[in-house]
């Protein structure tokens, strides 16, 4: 007996058909916000004296997402840094992480800093923030560092083959040559400038990304990150994920522009001016000794003209964009829980107990009973209007009763 022909396209074979053309689903997708942009085709030669690094301008915002196979991954987002070491640290370039520092209490044992405890047991990275070491530095890899935001790069020196960590600037990638110099003009830099110091040709041959100066050697409208606050010390200034400062005024410029100002006009009017008081010249003097720098908040600092700064931003500028997924990962970097004052028992806040929702009829306090919102503690003391009080006057009744 014949059998009706049956269409193959519902046919359900006894194995798995792999097809080719098929592609399996990913685990995890990489997603952009924006369309990148071309990148710079400019080849770098890092045996090249004075040659720049590399452009590497990649506009938008990657994050990773995953495929929720899990509720943990759901919610997950991470930036993309594939460029990262695979591998352990450097280990005598590191220390463990031990003792009341991972708690958040003091060396008597209280608890100073709440919501702190357990996590993921660290070594603590050496960066080097002065950076002193002259002389041309060979970026050996970049690294995570799970105890900042922003990545390390490794450093190998050319001279001494010394290895050292520093914070990696934003486009720094292995092979990079970077340089401080902390220390001076080197000495063929000299020769190249006629021994002579020309600010236009110091600044195209030492402002690159990743070079340490001191901030007098930095020109006007730079970004830069790793501020110093005090001369032959670190940097304490921007160095989180993203962060940067920009170099906005010279105070030399302004002292040698005043003084040519001065001359043009008892030239012109052929008068001695009035000189300076002793407080006006001591400002002057200390504006030409310091550098004004904004941060990104809009604060304007003046940082001394000796003081350490690192060309550029600070990397992992995507880091603000991450998102955890669950809350086992936040256990894991040392974040315990934050309950909330309401949901506790009288005895435990001020605003626990009761039935249901109520925090008792009370303002908002702290959990020691001091004024948590209202100003108490963040309004100016200039703005707190003081009571005003009236004074008594004595034996007021006695007069009034016709005692003398």
Not at 47 to 58: K, L, Q, V, W
Not at 149 to 159: Q, V
């Amino acid at each position: 007996m014949l059998q009706p022909r049956v269409a193959l396209t519902g046919l359900r074979l006894p194995f798995r058909f792999l097809s080719s053309t098929i592609s399996s689903r990913a685990y995890s997708t990489v997603r952009e916000t924006e369309t990148p942009s071309s990148e710079d085709s400019t080849a770098f030669d890092p045996s090249i004296s004075f040659a720049p690094p590399p452009t590497r301008d990649d506009s938008g915002v990657k994050l990773r997402s995953y495929t929720p196979r899990t509720p943990g991954i759901r919610h997950l987002r991470r930036p993309v840094n594939d460029h990262l070491w695979k591998g352990r640290p450097v280990h005598k370039l590191t220390f463990p992480k031990r003792g009341q520092a991972k708690g958040g209490r003091n060396n008597t044992g209280q608890v100073t800093v709440r919501h702190r405890g357990g996590g993921h047991k660290r070594r603590i990275r050496v960066i080097d923030f002065a950076r002193a070491d002259p002389g041309p530095h060979e970026v050996e890899r970049i690294e995570h560092d799970p105890g900042r935001t922003a990545h390390i790069a490794l450093l190998r020196s050319k001279e001494t083959q010394k290895l050292s960590y520093i914070i990696a600037a934003d486009g720094m990638r292995a092979g990079d040559v970077v340089q401080s110099y902390m220390a001076g003009i080197p000495e063929d830099l000299w020769k190249s400038m006629g021994g002579v110091v020309d600010p236009g040709v110091l600044a195209a041959r030492t402002a690159w990304r990743g070079n340490c100066l001191p901030l007098h050697m930095i020109p006007i409208g730079t970004l830069i990150f790793n501020v110093g606050l005090r001369p032959g010390q670190g940097g304490q200034l921007c160095r989180s994920a993203g962060t940067f400062a920009t170099v906005i005024a010279k105070g030399s410029d302004e002292q040698a522009r005043y003084e040519e100002n001065l001359r043009k006009e008892e030239a012109e009017t052929g008068k001695t001016k009035r000189r300076q008081s002793q407080r006006e010249q001591q400002k002057r003097e200390r504006i030409a000794t310091h550098i004004t720098i904004r941060l990104q908040s809009g604060e304007v600092r003046l940082i001394h003209k000796d003081c350490c700064a690192t060309v550029g931003v600070a990397s992992n500028p995507n880091y603000q964009y991450a998102q955890l997924g669950k809350a086992g990962r936040s256990r894991w970097l040392n974040i315990r829980p934050t309950v909330r004052g309401l949901a506790m028992n009288a005895a435990e806040h001020p605003h626990g107990g009761g039935r249901g929702k109520s925090k008792g009829n009370v303002d908002p306090k702290s959990p020691w009973g001091l004024p948590a919102k209202s100003g108490y503690k963040t309004r100016p003391k200039w703005k707190v209007n003081k009571a005003v009080v009236v004074p008594r006057v004595r034996n007021q009744g006695k007069r009034r009763r016709g005692y003398s």
